[in-house]
């Protein structure tokens, strides 16, 4: 359902740009400039090329999850620690009223954690050994109730549409500066033989680098307040004075490094900046997610 009404939306904002470049006459000012471009059929080729890929990102990332953390799936617990994980994650799913995810244990000194999946019954979630040695039994529940609430927020699923839908504009825009500045402003390229000049390439690339950073600003606002949304999660799960206990033992950690690549986002912990390049964090600082838990009701 949440893929559907993504699409939808997706194809109602399409259409919205589609008609408001008719009214505004986009299309036909482009023509009088000698750029024949179908701007329809360019907002539905950028979709597709945009979604495409955060579609075959999301069914892979449990592989690739496993693959680049070299998560140990637990099959059949084999000591008292790994029982304790499934039985905790176990308890936690029936309360969300979600499947139960595949439950790991990624080899790493930091203490971190992540969950991903194609839908909340279809999930991976899994801790370093660092967070299983360095934190409490309470505090771990707290994390694990986090990353839980990830999973039946459907996290996973929004955050790779998102990005599909801004990948989409981002390639649309972006070819739309390339056709202008090489057909309008420097009259490069020949377009009655479908040619394109130099122009066209540079201003393509150039743009699409522009767009991405303003793109990734705005898919990491969103995942900032998942972060805010899903602690508040594992304070129900776990209880408030453990989630706070457990940021706070992350914030002990000072060294911790971001999860590589996209699991990034779905990590417990994030990585440190300060100005301009906060705007680039997925997750908020710690003490700000610890004074929006101490501050809630």
């Not at 202008?180 to 057909?183: E, I, L, P």
């Given at each position: 359902m949440r893929i559907l009404l993504f699409l939808l939306t997706n194809a109602a904002v399409l259409l919205l740009i589609s008609i408001l470049f008719q009214v505004l006459g986009l299309g036909h000012y482009l023509q009088q400039n000698g750029v024949s471009i179908n701007l329809n059929n360019l907002l539905l080729s950028s979709a597709v090329?945009?979604?495409s890929g955060s579609f075959?990102?999301?069914m892979m990332s449990k592989w690739m999850a496993k693959s680049?953390?070299?998560?140990?799936?637990?099959?059949?617990p084999g000591n008292a620690t790994e029982q304790w994980l499934v039985d905790t994650i176990a308890r936690q799913a029936r309360r969300l009223n979600i499947g139960m995810p595949e439950v790991g244990i990624f080899d790493t000194p930091e203490p971190n954690a992540f969950a991903t999946g194609m839908s909340k019954n279809s999930s991976l979630v899994a801790v370093s050994t660092g967070l299983l040695h360095n934190m409490e039994a309470d505090e771990v529940e707290a994390v694990l109730g986090h990353e839980m609430s990830h999973v039946a927020n459907g996290d996973m699923v929004t955050m790779?549409?998102?990005q599909g839908v801004v990948n989409t504009f981002v390639y649309f825009f972006a070819t739309i500066a390339g056709h202008?500045?090489?057909?309008v402003l420097l009259r490069s390229g020949d377009d009655d033989r479908g040619g394109y000049g130099p122009a066209y390439y540079i201003t393509q690339m150039v743009a699409q680098i522009a767009l991405s950073i303003l793109a990734t600003?705005?898919?990491m606002w969103f995942s900032r307040w998942r972060e805010f949304r899903a602690d508040a999660g594992g304070a129900q799960l776990a209880g408030r004075g453990k989630m706070v206990n457990a940021l706070r033992a992350l914030q002990r950690s000072h060294d911790h490094p971001d999860l590589p690549g996209e699991l990034a986002a779905f990590g417990i912990s994030g990585g440190m900046a300060s100005g301009f390049s906060k705007l680039f964090l997925s997750h908020p600082p710690l003490e700000e997610r610890i004074a929006a838990l101490q501050n809630s009701r």
């Open positions: 090329i945009g979604m075959i990102s999301l680049s953390m070299g998560v140990h799936v637990i099959e059949q790779g549409l998102l202008v500045v090489d057909r600003m705005i898919v």
